[in-house]
C-alpha cells in the first residue's frame, strides 16, 4: 500500500478515511487533525499557559507532544494516585519524557494531601473509577485556576468521547448531554477545558507515539476491571471494524445536529455553586468533597 500523500511505502493505515501514509506523512495528517480541532472550536492560542494533564499513558503524553511540536506553552500535570505497583511507574515516564522535552511538570502527592486513592476506596466503598474521577478532576481545576493557567488540556480521543456520548443517549442523561464536546467554557473559578484529540483514535494515537517514540505507561490500572466504560469501547470498536468511520459520523452528528440544541440549556441545567470555604473550590454542598473526604479519612485514621 502506498502513502497518499507522497506515494512512497505506506507505514499506518487508516480505514476510517480510506487511507494509508508513511511515517512522516503520518505525522503530517495526525498534527493537522489536532490543528482542524483547535482552530473548528478556538480552543488554544499561542499565548496563552496551558496546563496539560497527563496520565503517563499514551493519549495524555502524545497530546503534550503535539502541543510542544506546535509552540503551545503546556506544562504538565501529574496526579500521583499512589496505587502500589501502578503509580510510582507512571510518574518514572512522565518525569522521562519531560525531562527529555526539557518541558514544565507539576506533580500532586495524594498521600501528602492526605488522600491516597486506596485508603479512599477502603473508607467509602465507592466505585474505583468513580473514585478516582473526583479526585483527579479537583486537582485538575483546582491547580488550572489556582496557577494561573489560561485552559486545561486533556487527552480524550474520539473512542472516548463516542463511547461516552453512546452511553449518555442509551440512558438520555441530559445533564451530561447538555455538557459534552471538545470545549467546556470557563465558569465560576474553572477554567476553560479543551479535547484537542478529539477527531482522532486510540489506534491513530498509539500509532503517532510509537512511530514518534514517545516511550507510555500501557498498563491499566488496576482498579479498572470491570469498568462500564471499557464495554461501551467494546461495541463501538465493534461497529468501527464493519463500518469504518463509524465513531467519527457519530460525534460529528452529534456536535453539528444535536449539540446546537442543547447550548441553551447549559445555563439553565447548571445548578448554582457557591465556594468552598476551605479552598475556594466551586461546590454545592457546605464544603466541597475533597475537603470533606480529607477530614473523614484523617478522623478515621485511616
Known sequence: MKCRRCGQEAEVEIRSH???????????????????????????????????????GKDSLTLWDVLLD??????????????DG?????????????QSRKAKLIIVDLEKEGIPIPKVMKHTGKEPCSVCGQVKRYYFNHIAYTQ????????????????????????????????QGPVLPPANRLVKKVKPLYRLTEYEIAAYAFL???????????????????????????????????????????????????TPLQKEEAPIAHLCPQCGYPTLAPVCGICRLKEEIKKAGI
Open 18 to 56: 480510506h487511507t494509508a501514509f508513511c511515517r512522516e506523512c503520518f505525522f503530517v495528517y495526525f498534527k493537522r487533525q489536532v490543528q482542524r480541532a483547535i482552530k473548528d472550536w478556538q480552543m488554544l492560542r499561542k499565548q496563552e499557559r496551558i496546563l496539560v494533564a497527563v496520565s503517563g
Open 70 to 83: 506546535l509552540g503551545y506553552d503546556a506544562t504538565g500535570l501529574f496526579v500521583d494516585l499512589k496505587i
Open 86 to 98: 501502578f503509580s510510582e511507574k507512571a510518574k518514572e515516564k512522565i518525569e522521562a519524557f519531560a
Open 148 to 179: 494561573r493557567f489560561h485552559v486545561l488540556a486533556t487527552g480524550h480521543n474520539l473512542d472516548d468521547e463516542t463511547s461516552r456520548l453512546l452511553a449518555n443517549l442509551l440512558r438520555w442523561q441530559m445533564f451530561y448531554l447538555v455538557d
Open 212 to 262: 514518534k517514540g514517545i516511550d507510555y505507561f500501557a498498563e491499566r490500572c488496576p482498579f479498572s476491571q470491570g469498568a462500564t466504560f471499557l464495554k461501551y469501547k467494546h461495541y463501538m470498536n465493534l461497529l468501527e471494524y464493519d463500518f469504518p468511520g463509524t465513531k467519527l459520523d457519530f460525534y460529528q452528528g452529534f456536535l453539528k445536529k444535536m449539540k446546537p440544541f442543547l
